[in-house]
């Protein structure tokens, strides 16, 4: 039996159910200005990826660091869902 699509299905999973916080407390807390970090993180991780020979833990790299760019996108986002009141607002975030 051959359970690597299913690890990485499961992983991926995880790792889209564990942006979701990190989105929204970075918002929160710091603002959408923190976006250059998501960007980093995403280029490091999926450059990483090609060069790991496991194709398993590869799959799980660029899972990540493509998740980490999804994230970008998100943050905005979640600056627009704060503005509507969908989400609590942070008057003391870093400036």
Same mark, same amino acid.
């Given at each position: 039996?051959?359970? #690597?699509?299913? +690890?990485?299905?499961?992983?991926?999973?995880?790792?889209?159910?564990?942006?979701?916080?990190?989105?929204? *407390?970075?918002?929160?807390?710091?603002? *959408? *200005?923190?976006?250059?970090?998501?960007?980093?993180?995403?280029?490091?991780?999926?450059?990483?990826?090609?060069?790991?020979?496991?194709?398993?833990?590869?799959?799980?790299?660029? +899972?990540?660091?493509?998740?980490?760019?999804?994230? +970008?996108?998100?943050?905005?986002? #979640?600056?627009?869902?704060? &503005? &509507?009141?969908?989400?609590?607002?942070? #008057?003391? *975030?870093? &400036?």
């Amino acid at each position: 039996m051959n359970f #690597q699509g299913l +690890i990485i299905g499961i992983v991926a999973f995880l790792i889209i159910g564990l942006f979701h916080p990190i989105v929204i *407390k970075s918002e929160y807390y710091i603002g *959408k *200005k923190v976006w250059p970090v998501f960007l980093i993180v995403g280029i490091i991780l999926i450059a990483s990826s090609v060069f790991i020979n496991n194709a398993t833990i590869s799959s799980i790299t660029g +899972i990540t660091g493509f998740a980490s760019l999804w994230s +970008i996108h998100e943050l905005f986002e #979640q600056e627009e869902r704060v &503005k &509507k009141g969908w989400f609590p607002n942070n #008057q003391n *975030k870093s &400036k």
